[in-house]
């Protein structure tokens, strides 16, 4: 059984242009989560999936900010005209029921130049 | 709202020794559950212990366990017999239970653990 999986791993763009990360989820887990998290602190909630609709989202997530997940399995994360700002580790992570333990994937650690 | 307070920014601690992190949360939630999660220098988050806030026994998963005061608002995580590889970054989570609307884990800032050899 395979983790979850995140792709690419580290992105380096400049201020402007626009990126799209993709995660995997666990084989049939339902919920999908994406967390922010930038350097020395803990993640931060940005939205959550389950299947294919997306149930909540986060004050963080400016109208920059755009998760998909479009089959109910693999989702993307885009950030329109990235800044600096927007540097950080995108992490994703997948539960197989409401409110179970939440395993997450190795993160695309993003730079913004 | 929910809030964690992890207090040790770094904690150094010689191997086979025990060690304990800190963990304090706010909530006003009846029904909870408490994450511990370790963290790599790779930065992939590794889920280690669950508590939930009406389980009656400390949650134990190998050589962690979760030292559970809940009247104190407090969810320890200790680890036994430390490990070189023990070295990371802690993170205490929790989440609340009270509806299906609110399954986002909010994060402490961390305990960065080194073992000494």
């Known amino acids: 059984d395979t983790g979850v999986s995140q792709d690419p791993r580290h992105k380096i763009t400049k201020r402007g242009q626009n990126v799209t990360f993709r995660c995997d989820p666990i084989s049939e887990h339902n919920r999908l989560y994406w967390y922010r998290q930038t350097l020395g602190q803990g993640p931060e909630f940005l939205t959550y999936?389950?299947?294919?609709?997306?149930?909540?989202k986060s004050r963080l997530l400016s109208d920059r900010f755009s998760a998909e997940r479009p089959k109910g399995s693999f989702s993307t994360l885009e950030i329109q005209r990235t800044e600096q700002g927007d540097s950080a580790m995108y992490l994703c992570?997948?539960?197989?029921?409401?409110?179970?333990?939440?395993?997450f994937g190795p993160g695309t650690r993003l730079t913004v130049l | 709202a929910q809030k964690i307070t992890q207090t040790q920014p770094g904690m150094f601690v010689q191997e086979k020794e025990a060690v304990t992190l800190d963990c304090t949360y706010d909530?006003?939630?009846?029904?909870?559950?408490l994450f511990w999660y370790k963290q790599p220098s790779s930065g992939e988050m590794i889920f280690l212990i669950y508590q939930g806030s009406y389980d009656q026994q400390n949650a134990t998963e190998g050589r962690y366990s979760l030292n559970f005061q809940k009247a104190r608002k407090s969810a320890n995580l200790v680890i036994s017999a430390s490990q070189l590889g023990d070295s990371a970054m802690y993170f205490c989570?929790?989440?609340?239970?009270?509806?299906?609307?609110?399954?986002?884990?909010?994060f402490g800032t961390g305990t960065r653990l080194t073992i000494i050899p």
């Open positions: 909530t006003s939630d009846p029904s909870y559950g």
């Open positions: 999936f389950q299947n294919e609709a997306q149930l909540e």
């Open positions: 992570a997948s539960s197989p029921e409401p409110g179970g333990t939440q395993y």
């Open positions: 989570a929790m989440r609340a239970r009270h509806n299906f609307g609110n399954e986002k884990l909010t």
